[in-house]
Every structure is written in C-alpha cells, then in structure tokens.
C-alpha cells in the first residue's frame, strides 16, 4: 500500500513495531518511533487478521 501511495505522488512515512526485511522497506521512509508517526496529518492501519 506504501508504495502504491507514494507511486501516485503522496508523501508517505511509514512504521512498525517489529523490524522488517530490507526488500518490504526499501524506498519508504520510515519513522524512528511511533509518537514521530501520530503526529501524522492521515494515519492509515494495515492489519494482519490471523491467529
């Protein structure tokens, strides 16, 4: 979704509470911490639904 976002132009930082492989980050700009992300001006939420 990042990348789809930032193809179209929007500015786009991302976050998550684990680290992530090089391949799923690269390109996105990333916030050191999650107080940084909510002060965000739209905050979108990608959840895993699994067990």
Known sequence: MAR???D???EVRGWNRS???EY???GIQLCQKLEEAAR???CLLML????
């Not at 895993?48 to 067990?51: F, R």
């Open 40 to 42: 965000a001006d739209v």
């Open 48 to 51: 895993l639904d699994s067990a």
């Open 24 to 26: 799923m980050i690269a």
């Open 19 to 21: 680290s992530l492989p």
């Open 4 to 6: 789809n976002l930032i």
């Open 8 to 10: 179209a132009g929007y």
